[in-house]
């Protein structure tokens, strides 16, 4: 891959940053890697949750929840 592309799937709403954040945090503890959520206040925070085959919940409804 060229670095632009690398670049680009780790910005938001690319899936790169989740998935490594999710591949690090499942080889680290006994987090369930079909158990991931992602919280978010923006449109592109839910496009990169579906992107990286995470759940979502929005920011104001986890907080009231």
């Given at each position: 891959?060229?670095?632009?592309?690398i670049?680009?799937?780790?910005?938001?709403?690319?899936?790169?940053?989740?998935?490594?954040?999710?591949?690090?945090?499942?080889?680290?503890?006994?987090?369930?890697?079909?158990?991931?959520?992602?919280?978010?206040?923006?449109?592109?925070?839910?496009?990169?949750?579906?992107?990286?085959?995470?759940?979502?919940?929005?920011?104001?409804?986890?907080?009231?929840?």
């Amino acid at each position: 891959l060229a670095v632009n592309e690398i670049t680009e799937n780790f910005r938001k709403p690319g899936p790169g940053m989740l998935t490594l954040a999710s591949l690090y945090a499942c080889s680290e503890s006994a987090i369930q890697s079909d158990r991931r959520i992602m919280i978010g206040d923006w449109d592109s925070d839910r496009e990169s949750a579906i992107a990286a085959g995470f759940e979502f919940m929005w920011a104001n409804d986890w907080r009231n929840g």
